[in-house]
């Protein structure tokens, strides 16, 4: 298996492989015999079936050299053993977006219980790191906070706000946590952090948030899961404070904007904000 992608099993799938290896994958898991470029073009689905054998051909050699496809004598590909377990990945985490999918989340109250769904994850998540953290892991959240200090006052924060919480995520060793962090910080719901900091900023807020980051790596790198998850609770509940209570007419007017802006048709602007 391709060293690169065994150490990466721990990301979505959407980042490591792209829509039409994805299908691909699948189109051999499902099949009871090993299955060739002309075969697996034939029985593609949606706009996949509008691949050329081509560059089915392409893609599979792609998988091949990913570790996760081989060739069975000539006759066509079948999964590896990492090759299969990627495609129940795949499969679960098509079931998770659409469980997500029911999810109907219109209001202020929705946000906080998102927030309050995160505080829960997110303070056992910094518990595990600060037992495993290496200088690596400490340096990376070190430079998430820098860029977030950087872009504060621009519009670029509210791209990147949430990726100190992500990268502590990925560094926690507890793949339940991980998982279920992995559902909270699912794009869909990246309009609502960007909502989130739009309350922060129109409260004159949005400069403690580099320094309760800060607070939490400092108890990360003294390895003290009690001081780190105190740190993130704090962090997350004057969050939640930013989140409650009415706001002004200019942060109302970014709001609606960052909804209609939203590609999801079924998110509407509630009555609560």
Known sequence: MDTQLSGELGESIDA???PRQAQLLLTIARASY???ARELTRRLDGSDKR???????RLLRQLDQQGLTESLDGRGR????????????I??????RQQLGALDIRTLSDVQDLLRARRGIEREVVRSVALTATKADIARLRQSIAAYGESIDSERRRLITVDFHKALTEMSDNPILRSAA???FDTRFDVFEQILDAMTAGRGRTHEGPHEHDEVVNAIERHDP??????MVAHLNRLLEDAS??????TQRTIERLLREHTTPDIRLGRDW
Not at 78 to 87: D, E, F, I, N, Q
Not at 91 to 96: A, C, D, H, L, Q
Not at 226 to 231: F, G, I, R, V, Y
Not at 245 to 250: H, K
């Open 226 to 231: 009690d001081a780190a998850e105190a740190a």
């Open 78 to 89: 079948v999964l590896s053993k990492t090759g299969r377990a990627v495609a129940t990945r």
């Open 16 to 18: 490591l492989l792209e």
């Open 245 to 250: 209570g009415e706001v002004s007419e200019a």
């Open 91 to 96: 499969v679960r985490e098509e079931r998770w």
């Open 182 to 184: 992995m559902v909270l």
């Open 51 to 57: 691949l050329s054998e081509s560059t089915v051909n």
């Open 34 to 36: 090993p299955l060739g």
